[in-house]
Structures are given as C-alpha cells and as structure tokens.
C-alpha cells in the first residue's frame, strides 16, 4: 500500500501564475484545488513578484503539498516578456524551496506528452485530457489548466521512477 502525496503543479506568468494541486496515489490521481494568482499590471514588477511570492507562501502553508513541479520556460522573441516571466518563475522555484518542499522543473513539450501523449499537443487536447484525468477540476481559466497539467506530468515521472528506479534523472 502506497502512501498518498500531495503534488502541487504550477504554470508561472507575472500576470496569471496557474496553481493545481493534485493527491497522487500509486496510478490514481485526484483533484484537490487549483487557481489562478493574478498581479495588477499597474503595480511595479517588484510589487508584482512580492505579490506573486506572498501568495505561493499561503498556497504552501494552507494546502502542504508534499512535493512542487515547475513549468520551464519558454523563450520568445520579446525579450522583455521573457525576462519577466523568468521572474516570475524564479519566484515559482524559490517559495516552495523556502517551505522546505522539493521542486521538480518540466519543459513544456514533456507535460504536453505526458498528458495528452503527444509533444505537440494544442492548449485545448491539455484541458480536454486534465479534465478527463481529473474530474471535478472546474478550470476556469487555461492557466490552472497548465499548473494540473504539470502537476499529472510529475506525478507519471514520479510513478517511472518509482517503477525503474532512482537511477532515472527527472526532465
């Protein structure tokens, strides 16, 4: 018998960072929580990260996930947005850290393959597939979509490395 764990999912922006929190029982999943954390475009992106930071530390204390996976990101061509998402996500990595919750990081194309199965995957086959994954997961917005997703994602690399053995890196 397998003791259940607590995976907490998150898709980094500083406008919406997505959150989902899933229990992760042998091969059975099951939906606890997500949302969306939003930053008011008019605050400086100082204000933003505290407000972004602030919020994951609630999410850790209240919820006690027992593990975090953080999307990675991607690079496009605006600079400047990049580089503000990689803010965003450096907050991501860093609030769970500082709970003493270890965090995992997952690029897009391996949550995308690990839920739907296929890399190349669109935006809709993802929720389509976390709502069949986790029914009950209400997903009212595409970003708590993307945090269950990393949050199924860790929980099958979690299960192969259970299965194969420590020697099998995470991506």
Not at 32 to 57: C, K, P
Not at 84 to 112: C, D, H, N, S
Not at 122 to 142: D, F, H, I, N, T
């Amino acid at each position: 018998m397998t003791t259940p764990v607590r995976l907490l999912g998150i898709d980094p922006g500083l406008r919406f960072t997505g959150w989902g929190l899933v229990e992760a029982d042998g091969n059975r999943l099951r939906h606890i929580a997500d949302g969306v954390i939003a930053t008011d475009n008019s605050d400086s992106v100082a204000e933003r990260l505290r407000v972004l930071h602030d919020a994951l530390g609630l999410l850790m204390r209240d919820l006690r996930p027992d593990e975090a996976a953080v999307e990675e990101t991607y690079v496009n061509r605006n600079g400047a947005a990049t580089l503000k998402l990689g803010y965003a996500r450096a907050v991501a990595l860093l609030a769970p850290t500082l709970a003493g919750i270890p965090v995992a990081e997952y690029g897009a194309m391996a949550v995308k393959q690990a839920v739907v199965g296929t890399g190349a995957a669109a935006k809709e086959q993802v929720q389509m597939m976390v709502r069949r994954l986790l029914p009950g997961a209400v997903l009212r917005r595409a970003d708590a979509a993307d945090a269950l997703a990393v949050a199924i994602c860790h929980a099958h690399h979690r299960a192969s490395r259970a299965r194969w053995g420590a020697g099998v890196r995470m991506a």
